[in-house]
């Protein structure tokens, strides 16, 4: 069955700081590993995703994440983080069979100090 | 931008009452999924909807659930009676195809609340 691990329920960094926000999935077959966004009062936002064609894939408002199969992650980054990017952010691999539902990690809540 | 939405985005209900959760798709989306989130646990997948059909539904998704498209609008997810372990944050998403790796848009969800 596949699963997905997010380390960390709330992150803190610093306006300009690196964010890194951990993602480790769990799949027999190759994945396709997606990175959405929730602002408060909003629905989930595609950041990214992952489709085998790139390990390395860039994504909205400057974040990206790199797929790294020897470690099972697929992390997401940016290198300066913004006050707007405080929000939760949610890891989800698609079933590989079925309707292709998501199955989604706990979400990592960001939050960005001044 | 076409956008999920969702109502209620609140929901207050007392234990054994029955809620109606509402969704308006995007419009050419065609395949539905209801999914939940337990305060401090994971997204989960409640059930999906193609063609006035339930596609797939998980273990949570039990008689007390059920959905329905009662126009060509709204998409809905009906609990007969509420527990108060059903209180959460439920999702709507819609998508045009249905690939692996094809993206699902969300609605802003609906807090539920069950005392």
């Known amino acids: 069955a596949q699963s997905v691990t997010q380390l960390g329920s709330h992150v803190s960094v610093s306006e300009g700081a690196l964010v890194l926000l951990r993602c480790n999935y769990s799949?027999?077959?190759?994945?396709?590993l997606f990175w959405y966004v929730q602002y408060p009062n909003q629905g989930l936002q595609l950041l990214l995703k992952?489709?085998?064609?790139?390990?390395l894939v860039k994504g909205i408002n400057g974040f990206e994440a790199e797929f790294k199969k020897s470690e099972t992650s697929f992390h997401l980054t940016k290198p300066s983080a913004h006050m707007s990017d405080a929000a939760e952010y949610f890891c989800?691999?698609?079933?590989?069979?079925?309707?292709?539902?998501?199955?989604f990690g706990t979400g990592t809540r960001l939050k960005v100090l001044a | 931008e076409p956008e999920v939405t969702q109502t209620p985005s609140h929901q207050v209900t007392q234990m054994g009452q029955e809620v109606i959760l509402r969704c308006v798709p995007i419009?050419?989306?065609?395949?539905f999924y209801w999914y939940r989130q337990i305060l401090g646990q994971k997204v989960e997948f409640l059930v999906s909807?193609?063609?006035?059909?339930?596609?797939?539904k998980s273990e949570i998704f039990d008689d007390q659930f059920s959905v329905e498209r009662p126009d060509g609008s709204n998409f809905t997810l009906k609990i007969r009676s509420t527990k108060l372990e059903d209180s959460a944050m439920y999702f709507c998403?819609?998508?045009?195809?249905?690939?692996?790796?094809?993206?699902?848009?969300f609605g802003p969800g609906t807090r539920l609340t069950v005392l």
């Open positions: 989800a691999v698609s079933a590989t069979s079925g309707t292709y539902k998501y199955i």
């Open positions: 799949s027999s077959v190759p994945p396709y």
């Open positions: 992952y489709t085998s064609a790139a390990t």
């Open positions: 419009s050419n989306h065609l395949y």
């Open positions: 909807f193609y063609n006035n059909e339930i596609s797939e």
């Open positions: 998403a819609t998508t045009p195809i249905r690939v692996p790796e094809g993206e699902q848009f």
